[in-house]
């Protein structure tokens, strides 16, 4: 099975009997035969990975976000001698 991102709309069947409308824009996991079909046709994108992050995510991950780095830091005071 392979993930597929449709660059068109386009029927096809993944069993061989049954056909489906496949939509543009749209993620399907389909059968690796009917995906080498969509790809050699330049019909569908592979998606190798979709990822999402939250906030809660980046957080734990301790990952800099653009809020976070465009926050003025407290300054902190040295200690003279």
């Keep these: 099975m392979k993930k597929v991102i449709m660059r068109i709309d386009q029927k096809g069947s993944q069993d ?9 824009g749209q993620v399907y996991t389909i059968t690796d ?6 790809l050699a046709e330049n019909w569908a994108n592979e998606v190798t ?7 809660e995510t980046l957080k734990k991950e301790k990952i800099f976000t653009p809020e976070s780095i465009a926050k003025p ?3 902190h005071k040295r200690k003279s001698k």
């Design 16 to 24: 061989g009997v049954n056909v489906k409308q496949f939509y543009k």
């Design 33 to 38: 035969w009917l995906a080498e079909v969509f």
């Design 49 to 55: 990975t979709i990822e999402t992050t939250t906030p």
């Design 73 to 75: 830091q407290k300054k």
